[in-house]
């Protein structure tokens, strides 16, 4: 992927409140057609980066540029290629989802003789026509929140950004909601937060995730690719000591009582090294699969320190 | 464009609301009672005296200047500019919805210009009562035109000072209530500020007295147009939405 495809880049984003650092050296890209979540636990730095993404929070160092042009150098033409719902959808509870869908096509500068066409759109997209004409206080949350995301795609901007879609949502709206960012990425670029695991794993190409305000990880959803697990499971276990000395062996972890997970070196030889062993010794091996590590599994490794906090 | 897209948007928002048409007929009320009452004054008190002493005065003092001087319209107007201070963009800082106006592609001077045209608008419309009102004395006598659309001018000039204050006043806090009060709080004390200077200082003060806003509004009722006066009012207004858009900034920039 060349960086001329990139919609959004961002670059050595810092962010400074007095003397607390709530955001330092995040680097996200992001092309057309891709989706990348941003991870991290209450209070990580996942509002803010978005914000400062959003323009509406002046970042304290770094760079951004959205579809090539930089917020900062440029911040009313670059604002055009964006769409963004905050984590409180910024509706207006007075209007109606169409006159509210007007108004924010008319702040996004459509052209007047193609705001009815956006406006049919994006309601058409977030299957909201049968409430077009209805007052936004009058609808369900889950409504409302098709209703903020109706407002970021109005435009059709490059880049779609999504604070948290769908906290709060009973079930079906979840699914609702995700359907709906799946289908977003045919056409956009797509960033959304979340703290809800599986929902970044189905839907994202890639994830991002903060700890303290510094990104700890940037990788895909399902792996980490260079780390490969094994699992063995023997019916006459030795101590774990004796499977840490085999050649090839980074590190050895007892899941439980004859179950074992197994680091190995990246090569085939260590592999076999492992097996021929357990089998010389008697170890009766019964089980031997290679495990990945769940994005679940690398997100609580790496915010560990909180959670022992 | 932008500006008056916004304000139209903003005075249509306002106008669905029953708070407003509430505010409008109740200082229609109070217009109109004060009206009635200074006319009846002067035809059962003051034109007998008058015409006993042979003055030159007339219904022009005694039923003009007391009308556009009176407490009841200084009270109107505040309470209008309070109402306005509590949705102008306290209201959407509390609802989230300035997220929306902050991430869009338009300037803060071109949110801020929009949300004073409607703000004055909305007052000016509270206004029209006491604006229109002692035009009716045409029918029945000679009026002082010029003197009288001074007054208006006055009225209009003191509206466009307090569309200004209740913005930036909005623009403080997120919380309506706040916001509210703020406005009442330095309108009264730009109202005043002579007055309690004088209180304390126990004589007049120049500074004091150049600085209150009734010092240029009075002359304006008594149909004295001085171009100082209208400099003072279009500065305060430049100074307030300054501020204003100045505050919106720094929501950007919080430290």
Redesign the interface.
């Known amino acids: 992927m060349t960086s001329s495809e990139a919609l959004l880049h961002v670059d050595g984003l810092g962010r400074h409140?007095?003397s607390r650092l709530a955001v330092a050296d995040v680097n996200l890209h992001v092309a057309r057609g891709e989706v990348l979540g941003l991870l991290g636990l209450n209070g990580a730095g996942k509002t803010t980066t978005l914000r400062m993404i959003?323009?509406?929070?002046?970042p304290t160092r770094g760079s951004i540029h959205i579809a090539g042009l930089d917020l900062i150098e440029q911040?009313?033409?670059a604002?055009?290629s964006?769409g963004?719902l905050?984590?409180?959808?910024?509706?207006?509870?007075?209007?109606s989802v169409g006159e509210f869908l007007a108004?924010?096509a008319?702040?996004?500068?459509v052209p007047a003789v193609r705001k009815r066409e956006a406006v049919a759109r994006a309601l058409d997209r977030c299957g909201l026509e049968d409430v077009a004409g209805r007052l936004i206080r009058h609808l369900s949350k889950g409504y409302q929140q098709r209703v903020g995301i109706a407002?970021a795609i109005v435009h059709d901007p490059a880049l779609v950004v999504l604070d948290e879609p769908t906290v709060g949502l009973d079930p079906r709206q979840v699914v609702e909601i995700r359907r709906l960012i799946n289908d977003l990425r045919q056409e956009h670029a797509v960033i959304f937060s979340s703290h809800i695991l599986p929902e970044v794993q189905a839907l994202c190409d890639n994830v991002v995730i903060l700890h303290d305000g510094r990104q700890v990880y940037s990788g895909t959803p399902t792996d980490d690719d260079s780390q490969w697990r094994y699992q063995l499971r023997l019916q006459t276990p030795p101590a774990p000591d004796a499977l840490q000395v085999l050649a090839g062996v980074r590190s050895v972890k007892q899941l439980e009582s004859g179950l074992f997970e197994l680091l190995l070196a990246d090569d085939s030889e260590a592999l076999d090294g492992v097996l021929a062993a357990a089998v010389s010794a008697g170890w009766q091996p019964r089980e031997f699969g290679r495990c990945r590590r769940t994005l679940e599994q690398v997100f609580l490794s790496l915010t560990a320190g909180e959670a022992a906090a | 464009m932008m500006a008056l897209r916004l304000a139209w948007r903003e005075l249509r928002l306002i106008g669905r609301g029953p708070a407003f048409w509430l505010l409008l007929g109740l200082i229609q009320v109070f217009a109109a009672w004060w009206y009635l009452l200074l006319i009846e004054q002067y035809r059962s008190h003051y034109e007998p005296l008058v015409v006993r002493v042979n003055s030159p005065m007339g219904v022009n003092d005694l039923v003009v200047l007391p009308f556009y001087g009176s407490v009841l319209l200084l009270g109107a107007l505040l309470l209008g500019a309070a109402m306005l201070a509590m949705r102008l963009l306290a209201d959407e800082r509390r609802s989230g919805s300035l997220q929306l106006l902050l991430s869009s592609p338009i300037s803060m001077t071109q949110l801020t210009v929009g949300k004073y045209l409607a703000a004055l608008g909305c007052l000016a419309l509270l206004a029209l009562p006491w604006l229109l009102l002692p035009w009716t004395l045409a029918f029945g006598t000679e009026l002082d035109t010029a003197r009288l659309l001074s007054a208006n001018l006055g009225v209009l000039l003191l509206v466009s000072v307090l569309a200004a204050i209740a913005l930036f006043a909005s623009s403080l806090t997120a919380q309506p209530a706040t916001a509210a009060a703020l406005t009442v709080a330095i309108a009264v004390a730009l109202m005043g500020l002579n007055a309690g200077v004088e209180a304390v200082a126990g004589g007049e003060d120049a500074v004091a007295d150049y600085l209150a806003l009734l010092s240029h509004y009075e002359p304006l009722v008594q149909g004295l147009i001085r171009s100082s006066d209208i400099i003072y009012f279009a500065l305060l207004v430049l100074a307030f939405v300054a501020f204003t858009i100045r505050q919106l900034d720094s929501l950007r920039l919080q430290r």
């Open positions: 409140f007095g959003c323009g509406t929070l002046a911040p009313a033409l604002r055009r964006l963004y905050p984590e409180i959808p910024p509706l207006t509870q007075d209007t108004f924010a008319m702040l996004r500068r407002q």
